[in-house]
């Protein structure tokens, strides 16, 4: 199984760089996944590691550490629409053939003031 | 391509009555998946199909909740003979078969057992 910990709130300023960690255990690692949950709505995907290192994509950055069984989502030049959930999510091979699915963290609940 | 649609969003019944819940993923997506999420949680996998097959279920889903997915296209949930406990948002999402799937959700479908 995979047990999955990040923390449960933050809170930044606008304007400002904020990271949010993710730590895992697993057996058969296959990628890790960042979504972004605001309140009442489906999880949107923000990004993907597979191989250690960052990953960039504009405000956002994901870094992965397979050894350490660690990751961070960065967001930069925070705006208040972040204000959001944000869910590390890990895909494991699993004991069976055909095995994709996710299993998710419980969130980190962002908040992002003036 | 319109997303992946769920519905109904919200779902009112009493204890013990039965409901049922559709999915309609993205057109040329191969895989769906089920999860429940209730407040403060990550997601939870209940069950996935690559196309109309039915390949993996979490041992969390007891006997009275079936999923089909009969033509490979849109799926159902249903649930039996529902409890307060089955409370939550089900979510739906789709992905295709790759070396970096993704999941794409819908919006869910929020059940309140009274």
């Known amino acids: 199984g995979q047990n999955i910990d990040q923390p449960t709130e933050m809170t930044a300023t606008e304007g400002a760089i904020v990271q949010i960690n993710c730590t895992y255990q697993?057996?058969?690692?296959?990628?890790l996944f960042w979504y972004q949950q605001h309140a009442g709505e489906a999880p949107t995907f923000l990004s993907y590691?597979?191989?250690?290192g960052l990953e960039e994509k504009g405000r956002f950055s994901s870094f992965l550490s397979r050894s350490k069984g660690y990751s961070y989502l960065l967001l930069k030049e925070l705006q208040m629409k972040d204000s959001a959930s944000y869910l590390c999510a890990v895909r494991d091979k699993g004991a069976g053939a055909g095995s994709y699915q996710l299993t998710f963290g419980k969130g980190t609940k962002l908040s992002v003031i003036p | 391509d319109t997303g992946v649609s769920q519905n109904p969003r919200h779902k009112i019944t009493k204890r013990g009555q039965n409901v049922t819940f559709r999915c309609d993923p993205i057109?040329?997506?191969?895989?769906l998946y089920w999860y429940r999420q209730t407040l403060g949680q990550g997601p939870e996998f209940l069950t996935y199909f690559q196309n109309e097959a039915q390949l993996e279920k979490s041992r969390l889903l007891s006997d009275r909740f079936s999923a089909e997915r009969p033509k490979g296209s849109f799926s159902t949930l249903e649930i039996q003979r529902t409890e307060q406990g089955d409370s939550a948002m089900y979510l739906c999402a789709s992905s295709l078969t790759g070396a970096h799937e993704k999941l794409f959700f819908g919006s869910g479908t929020q059940l309140s057992v009274l």
């Open positions: 697993t057996s058969g690692f296959n990628g």
């Open positions: 590691n597979v191989l250690d």
């Open positions: 057109s040329e997506h191969n895989r």
